[in-house]
């Protein structure tokens, strides 16, 4: 089975920009989660997506949003954007066996605003 | 609410050391728990887990043993190499099926030095 995809691996941009990175879960995942991670930070979750809809979300500003779409594929998107925004971000797609919770991660986004 | 506490890194330790990366939880319940590995530029991957108390959760010579009366999940291997230098997040989820909300330790950083 493919991994979990992200695209772009990298991105420059510049404050005031906005930008959208996207995730491919495994197939057969329907739920993402999104992440942001920083040196000083640490992992911090975004959202969380099932089936279309969001069922939870981090404590981030409404700057940051998501959606995804019926092949559960994921977009977050990050509008006016700040220096403190450069950071790894992370897509995790879920499983459930039983009553685990298993995540799988992809790659990362390695977005760096100038 | 849940949380788990690693010790600070970073380690560094010689070839063919003997590894061990404390990790203490608080949760309600019987919670999973869950070593991910995160290599230089790379996203986290699944090292291994454990679902009950008592389990031992091991894969590619890393054990951790769930510990329910110390609340702990340390993390150990007999003998490194310096291929295994990354980054060590101890996680949690809740157990409570369905989605779950992942709590994760703040890492610590691996250095095996030749």
């Known amino acids: 089975k493919a991994g979990v995809t992200q695209t772009p691996r990298y991105l420059i941009k510049t404050r005031g920009q906005q930008v959208t990175l996207s995730c491919s879960p495994i197939?057969?995942?329907?739920?993402v989660s999104w992440y942001q991670q920083t040196p000083g930070q640490g992992l911090q979750f975004l959202f969380e997506y099932f089936s279309e809809t969001q069922r939870n979300k981090g404590n981030f500003p409404g700057r940051f949003s998501g959606r995804q779409f019926s092949n559960s594929r994921s977009e977050m998107n990050v509008s006016t954007l700040e220096l403190g925004d450069s950071a790894l971000y992370l897509c995790?797609?879920?499983?459930?066996?039983?009553?685990?919770?298993?995540?799988?991660f992809g790659p990362g986004t390695r977005l760096t605003v100038t | 609410g849940n949380s788990v506490t690693q010790m600070e890194g970073p380690v560094t330790l010689s070839e063919e050391a003997f590894l061990t990366i404390n990790c203490t939880y608080t949760a309600t319940g019987y919670p999973s728990l869950f070593w991910y590995v995160q290599y230089p530029g790379e996203g986290l991957q699944l090292l291994l887990k454990?679902?009950?108390?008592?389990d031992k959760g091991s894969n590619k010579g890393f054990e951790a043993t769930y510990r329910k009366e110390t609340t702990s999940f340390h993390l150990e291997k007999g003998s490194v190499q310096v291929s295994d230098s990354a980054v060590y997040f101890c996680a949690l989820t809740p157990n409570s099926g369905g989605y779950q909300k992942v709590t994760f330790g703040t890492g610590t950083k691996l250095q095996v030095i030749p």
């Open positions: 995790a797609s879920s499983l459930v066996k039983g009553s685990t919770y298993e995540q799988y």
């Open positions: 197939s057969g995942h329907r739920s």
């Open positions: 454990a679902t009950k108390a008592d």
